[in-house]
Structures are given as C-alpha cells and as structure tokens.
C-alpha cells in the first residue's frame, strides 16, 4: 500500500531536538508530520535509559535554555516528579527523569500542539531535486507511504534524512567518535548503598581478580532516579560502527552480557548493592555520534572555550560544557570560559547544499570537541525549537528570515 499525502514540515526523529521542532513548528501555524520509529518519543531518554537532561543550565547554574525545553520541565513539574542534582566532580546542574513520566510529558507536548506523530513509522527514503529535499518515503506495519512537504528537519541523531536524501553531511570516522553506552537501571538498590566511584573501582577490580573477566571500565556514573528510587549506570562501553548493522548487533549482545557481570561485581564489593536486580538496559544502547549535518557554518572548540557570544545570529545556547567520551572508560572535560554559555548560530542548523531540511540535536553542523559540549539534551531542545520555526516560516514563504525565526523564538518563550 503506498499512500500520499503533503504537509507544511516533516519533523524525523522523536527526541529532544525532533519534539521542540514539532511543537515550535506547529506553534508557528504550520501542518507536522512527525516520524518516530519506536512505539514512544523521546529519544535517548527513553529509548536508551539516558535518563538526565543536561545543557539547560550552565555550570554557574543560569538557566540557558527555555521554550519548549523548559515546558517540558514544567509539565514534569506538574506530575509531580522533576528532579534535580549538581553533579559533584564538575558542578554541572542536571535534571533526572522518570521514563514513563518522560514518555507521557512527550506524547501531552507533541499532541497539544497539533503535531500528527507517526510512531513505529521509520523513514527509509528521500528524494531531493535542485537543492532541495521534495519527499520521504516511511515503512510501517502497514505498508509504505509517500509524504511530500515544503520544508524537513532531521532530527534523528543519525542523519538518516540527510544520508538517504544525498543532502551534505559528514560520517565521522570510527576512531574520532565518542564511544557509546549501554545505560541501565538497577533496582533494589538501598537507600544509602554506596553509589561513589572508589567503591565502584575496588568492586570491579576485586571480581576481575576473582574471574579474570574483561571490565573495560572500573568505574562510571550512578545516580539515583526519582519516582522508583532506581540507579541509573552508565558502565557499559562499546566502541563500534553504529552504522553497521553486524557490528551494532555483536556490540547490543555484549554490551548486555557486560551489563550482568557488572550487577555481580557490585552485588559482590558494594554496601547496600546485595539484593541488586536489572529492571532494564537501553532499551538500546547508547549512541553518542554517527553523522553530523554540514551547516552553513560550523561551531568551533574555539567558539566553546572562549564562550563566543553571536547577539544577532543566534537561536539559542549551550552551557554545557566538553565531555569527550573518548574511549572505553575514557571522558575528559573541558570548561566553557567562566562556567558560562556559547551561542549557537542559525547557520549551524542549516544545511549547506540543501536549501529546505535543517540537522538538529547531536546533527548540529560543529568540529570534534565541539560537538562534546553541543550534542546534549537541553541543547537539543534549544536547536530543534528554532528548526521548527525556522521551516514553518519558510513554509509559508518567509525562507531564513532570521530576525523573525528570533522573534518569534522569544515569543514562544525561548533563550536566544
Ligand atoms: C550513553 C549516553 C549518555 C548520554 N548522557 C547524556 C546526559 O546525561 N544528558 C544529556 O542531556 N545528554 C546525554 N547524552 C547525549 C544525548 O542523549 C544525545 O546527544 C541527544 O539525545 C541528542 O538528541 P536528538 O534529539 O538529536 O537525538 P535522539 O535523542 O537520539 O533522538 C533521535 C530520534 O530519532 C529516531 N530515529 C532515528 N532514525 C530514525 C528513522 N530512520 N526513522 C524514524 N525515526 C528515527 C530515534 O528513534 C530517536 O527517537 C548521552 C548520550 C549517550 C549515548
């Protein structure tokens, strides 16, 4: 069955960048289609267990980003189950999720804004003709179908719009990317069981001695969630091709082989960590870079560091600062100067050889140590929010105006 039908924007990818850019496009008067290959929104939130918002507030703790980011936060507020924690070793002032809360606060966003989503419908093709994306193809159970649009974001974390439209973007190569994480929860954890890192290093290294199994990590981040009182780890590392169906398989299989032994490890050496048990990993693992858009302009480590103000070209901020994951068990931080913000520019949403599709969330078009600082969650909120503005205009014939993309951002209540 091939069915077609045309709408103003079609948004790809449910996740933080994909969800702002439904609600702000949909907000600015226009007709969205958003495509989610998973039964739920979200993103690495709640497909991969990431289950903390970093990147709306910088390490002095100013709130950096609003709009529909901070709605999100707001309707979590609402239920009951928003949560914060500053981080200890870096200051960092996060927000920790509940997944269902999470997943629920995403479907109310989306559906109160007039966003038509299309869950379990994955995009597997594009069509692009004179500088310009003219139409998708989508699988879904019940068949295929043609969706044609004046404007698309991608905001699928892995480019997929912009790879099978041929529009510009950039494999990274293997060894330049940041490793990925398995992430998981582990329930019956007691309240005040040890969650610190030197406990964490000598559980692993007393069952590595007793088992000779291979740990690649001895240690990771365990934070404590709200509503079920779980613990989120963020343990389990794999380097590998995300991009290559064989090597993801072997890399999900081991990853929750891993998972197992580190449960054993702690339930062994922790205090409080006895009667430990896996609610649940990922559900799949955890990716932090394939691809990235080739903006009209690109955000720089310079441009990061230096805490690079752009009055007049940007859409929002970023104060989250690097956090290079890059090896198993390897992250190293750079600070943003002054525990500040950057601004991110318009022109690093959009693409530069196709003039009606923008790269939102971890596509935002930066270099290599730059990206380690913009690819958060806040941050994603923040680029996708503009996006959707941004392809509503141009949708109704107001291509790039970049006074107006700000203006209306600030009415929606957004940081620019
Ligand atoms: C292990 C790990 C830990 C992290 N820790 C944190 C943290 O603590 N806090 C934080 O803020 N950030 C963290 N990050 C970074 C952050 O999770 C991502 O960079 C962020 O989720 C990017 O948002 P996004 O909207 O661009 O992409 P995503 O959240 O990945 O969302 C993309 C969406 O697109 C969908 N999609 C993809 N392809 C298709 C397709 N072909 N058809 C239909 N749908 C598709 C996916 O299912 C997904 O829902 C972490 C990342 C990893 C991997």
Redesign the pocket.
């Given at each position: 069955m091939t069915l077609t039908e045309h709408v103003d924007v079609v948004v790809?990818?449910?996740?933080?960048?994909?969800?702002a850019a439904a609600v702000g496009a949909a907000r600015s008067g226009a007709r969205v289609r958003l495509?989610?290959?998973?039964p739920f929104?979200?993103?690495?939130?709640?497909?991969?267990s990431?289950?903390?918002?970093?990147?709306f507030f910088d390490q002095t703790h100013e709130t950096v980003v609003a709009g529909v980011g901070g709605e999100v936060l707001d309707r979590l507020r609402a239920r009951g189950v928003y949560a914060e924690k500053v981080m200890g070793w870096t200051g960092n002032r996060?927000v920790l999720l509940d997944a269902e809360a999470t997943k629920i606060v995403c479907d109310e966003i989306v559906a109160d804004a007039g966003v038509e989503t299309r869950l379990h419908?994955?995009?597997?093709g594009a069509t692009r003709h004179d500088g310009a994306i003219t139409g998708i193809e989508?699988a879904h159970k019940g068949g295929t179908d043609r969706i044609t649009a004046d404007t698309f974001i991608d905001?699928?974390?892995?480019g997929?719009?912009l790879a099978l439209s041929g529009s510009a973007a950039r494999t990274v190569d293997l060894p330049d990317r940041q490793t990925?994480?398995?992430?998981c929860r582990f329930g019956g954890v007691a309240e005040d069981a040890d969650l610190s890192t030197d406990g964490m290093r000598a559980a692993v290294a007393a069952y590595v001695a007793e088992t000779g199994t291979d740990m690649p990590r001895d240690h990771g981040?365990a934070v404590r969630l709200p509503v079920t009182g779980d613990v989120m780890a963020?343990l389990v590392d794999e380097h590998f091709d995300t991009l290559d169906s064989a090597q993801i398989s072997a890399a999900e299989a081991s990853a929750r082989a891993q998972t197992w032994h580190y449960l054993d490890a702690m339930r062994k050496g922790m205090a409080g960590w006895q009667q430990a048990y896996l609610v649940t990993t990922g559900p799949q693992?955890?990716?932090?870079e394939s691809r990235r858009l080739v903006g009209k302009t690109m955000i720089t480590t310079d441009d990061v560091l230096h805490a690079r103000k752009r009055p007049t070209e940007s859409i929002g901020r970023c104060g989250?600062p690097i956090e290079d994951?890059a090896g198993p068990g390897v992250t190293r931080y750079e600070e943003i100067e002054g525990g500040r913000w950057y601004d991110v520019p318009y022109d690093a949403i959009r693409c530069s050889d196709t003039d009606n599709v923008w790269g939102?969330?971890?596509?935002t078009s930066s270099d290599d140590q730059a990206f380690a600082s913009v690819?958060?969650?806040?941050?994603?909120f923040a680029t996708?929010h503009a996006a959707g503005i941004a392809a509503a205009q141009s949708s109704s014939g107001r291509p790039h105006d970049l006074p107006a993309i700000r203006r209306t951002l600030l009415e929606q209540g957004a940081i620019v």
């Open positions: 790809v990818g449910g996740g933080a960048g994909g969800i495509i989610e290959q998973y929104l979200g993103g690495a939130a709640t497909n991969s990431v289950l903390a918002f970093c990147g996060i419908t994955t995009l597997v989508v905001a699928s974390g892995d997929a719009l990925n994480t398995l992430a981040i963020l693992i955890g990716i932090r989250w994951h939102v969330g971890r596509l690819r958060v969650m806040g941050t994603a996708g």
